[in-house]
Nanobody, 125 residues
């Protein structure tokens, strides 16, 4: 069992930067690929970014590529999402997720086994 707790969401203005964190409670954090997804009201949960178990490979959704950066610290059992040049359309609840490191389609939410409860990010125009 893996418990994930997100933090860092808040209300910011367009153009600002924000960092999210996701702390995992498991002794086997290195066994998991980690992802960030987001869900805006009335929309499907959307892939944002993912990182392999060692941080060596990263993946991004088209909407955030070039603006967001995912990273992880295995010693701290934490994954981060650095968000730059935020846009109003980035407003959503952001969820952290953990899945087996051999995920076939890392952008697909069904591949992930564990989910946090989310943190709200609101970007005002």
């Amino acid at each position: 069992q893996v418990q994930l707790v997100e933090s860092g969401g808040e209300l910011v203005q367009a153009g600002a930067s924000l960092s999210l964190s996701c702390a995992a409670s498991t002794r086997t954090f290195v066994n998991y690929a980690m992802g960030w997804f987001r869900q805006a009201p009335g929309k499907e949960r959307e892939f944002v970014a993912a990182v392999s178990w060692d941080g060596g490979s990263t993946y991004y959704g088209d909407a955030v590529k070039g603006r967001f950066t995912i990273s992880r610290d295995n010693a701290k059992k934490t994954v981060y999402l650095r968000m730059n040049r935020l846009l109003p359309e980035d407003t959503a609840v952001y969820y952290c997720a953990a899945g087996p490191d051999d995920i076939v389609v890392i952008t697909r939410k069904d591949e992930y086994e564990y989910w946090g409860r989310g943190t709200q990010v609101t970007v005002s125009s």
